[in-house]
């Protein structure tokens, strides 16, 4: 299985058809909120549903803050962020999706990609922006997740080729 995971498009829309024809076909996309948007048009791209949660800049958005849901054998918990103050620290994230009895958590706001486990296991993922990149070299990043047929996850930061 492979999972596209994105965040903070902002409108910049042409940057996920070109991350879509970097990385298709894919079996599920997650959007980790501030599509601003451009909801309907990334599925007509994509092709497929494509799971949501609004951010900080959603103000128009019926998404929810924050989705629990299934990614293969695992359990997911997707949210933008801004309300566990990831900025500071992903503590309150990694509490939440804990108590939940979730084995993945996805957030997005800081627009600075990182993958990382916890002691406990839980695996922790920020795909960046594809608008306004933070990190160094100010590339736009997203996400690919593989599930392999051994159901073992991997995560990887890959960047949009300029």
Do not use: W
């Not at 991350?19 to 909801?39: C, F, K, L, N, T």
């Amino acid at each position: 299985m492979k999972v596209l995971i994105i965040s903070d498009t902002h409108r910049m829309d042409d940057r996920f058809l070109r991350v879509m024809e970097q990385e298709a076909p894919v079996d599920m996309i997650i959007h980790a909120g501030d599509a601003e948007g451009s909801e309907d048009y990334f599925e007509a791209i994509a092709g497929m549903p494509i799971l949501y949660v609004s951010g900080n800049n959603d103000y128009s958005s019926l998404a929810p803050r924050t989705l629990v849901f299934p990614i293969g054998s695992r359990k997911a918990l997707l949210t933008h962020g801004h309300l566990y103050q990831v900025s500071r620290s992903t503590a309150m994230l990694e509490a939440e999706a804990e108590k939940r009895g979730c084995q993945i958590a996805i957030y997005g706001h800081t627009h600075y990609p990182e993958v990382h486990r916890t002691e406990g296991g839980l695996l922790v993922m920020n795909p960046g922006s594809l608008a306004y990149p933070r990190q160094q070299g100010y590339q736009p990043s997203y996400i690919v997740l593989t599930i392999n047929d051994k159901d073992k996850v991997s995560a990887e930061i890959r960047y949009l080729k300029r």
